[in-house]
């Protein structure tokens, strides 16, 4: 699980950033890894744990969802998506090794969250965060975070939550990759965190306290 993920909801959909790095064991195997993975036009997945068992999932739910829609002619909800997730590490959660993150936006329920535990739980919330990063900027997003916010203000929020992780924990690493999601459908973008780091080692250096 040595990665971090981070979903948040704002007024008009979600935004989701992740690490880039995976590794096995004390071996770094990928530094520019996308762990985004995009199930539908609207919904995406982010995934931790074991990258073999997390790919298979993503490829069963991808068939899954692709039929479910040639067959109803209409887009599916992110709920259902989820749930589809959950059957499947539910079913197989003897040897699973993942925990996803599902997220994006339909018409009935405009943004949503929804992270499955190894093992088939599920719930929902506004924000999000999972994998070994996440202890580390937990009550920084709570404490920053707000219902209602709109797209630029979440965004800053998360890549400043990624770049304090990928500060503090060692299986965090490489680039920021990002996907906005609302009724536009996706947007992917990148980013280099070296300089937001500095920025946070040169205020811890000076005492001040960081107000974003």
Not at 39 to 53: A, W
Not at 56 to 64: A, C, F, G, P, Q
Not at 190 to 206: A, G, V, W
Request: hydrophobic content about 40%; charged content about 15%; overall charge positive.
């Amino acid at each position: 699980m040595g990665t971090t993920l981070l979903a948040m909801r704002y007024n008009e959909g979600v935004i989701v950033a992740a690490d880039s790095q995976t590794s096995s064991n004390h071996i770094i195997l990928n530094r520019a890894a996308d762990k985004i993975s995009m199930i539908t036009n609207y919904i995406v997945c982010l995934r931790s744990g074991s990258s073999s068992d997390t790919q298979s999932i993503i490829d069963l739910v991808r068939n899954i969802v692709l039929k479910e829609q040639l067959q109803k002619q209409e887009l599916i909800e992110v709920r259902v998506v989820a749930q589809i997730i959950r059957n499947i590490c539910y079913e197989r959660k003897s040897f699973l090794n993942c925990g996803l993150i599902c997220a994006g936006w339909d018409n009935l329920h405009g943004g949503q969250v929804y992270i499955v535990i190894q093992g088939g739980t599920i719930f929902d919330s506004p924000i999000i965060s999972s994998g070994s990063g996440s202890i580390f900027i937990n009550s920084f997003c709570d404490i920053n975070f707000k219902n209602c916010l709109n797209a630029n203000k979440t965004k800053n929020l998360v890549i400043k939550a990624i770049s304090l992780a990928i500060q503090k924990d060692g299986n965090s690493c490489g680039i920021i990759r990002l996907c906005k999601i609302s009724n536009h459908g996706i947007c992917s973008s990148y980013l280099n965190p070296t300089k937001i780091i500095k920025r946070i080692l040169q205020c811890s250096l000076s005492k001040k306290i960081i107000v974003w």
